[in-house]
């Protein structure tokens, strides 16, 4: 194996680094997870209005309790945006 030429490391001059360099490719970084992470979000809370908007109340039959029906409604409707304001 050959000895390396150690006169050219020692000529090569590093490439300075600023606080400004860095600083930038960390909030370069941190943008992209925070994308990331909002794309994820954005997905979740789509799949959960689906999911709730496919939840349907079943009739009310004459052997159900009146107010237990009615309380349950009033669960359901939020979940659904029947009570929007």
Known sequence: MEDPDWAAYAAAQPV???TTDILGQNLQALTQIVDSQQQMFDRQLEWLRRSQVSFKMPKM??????EAYIEA?????PMTG????
Do not use: V
Not at 73 to 77: T, W
Not at 82 to 85: I, W
């Open 16 to 18: 300075p680094i600023t």
């Open 61 to 66: 039959t004459k052997d159900d309790d009146p």
């Open 73 to 77: 409604f009033e669960r359901h409707a």
């Open 82 to 85: 029947l009570l929007q304001d």
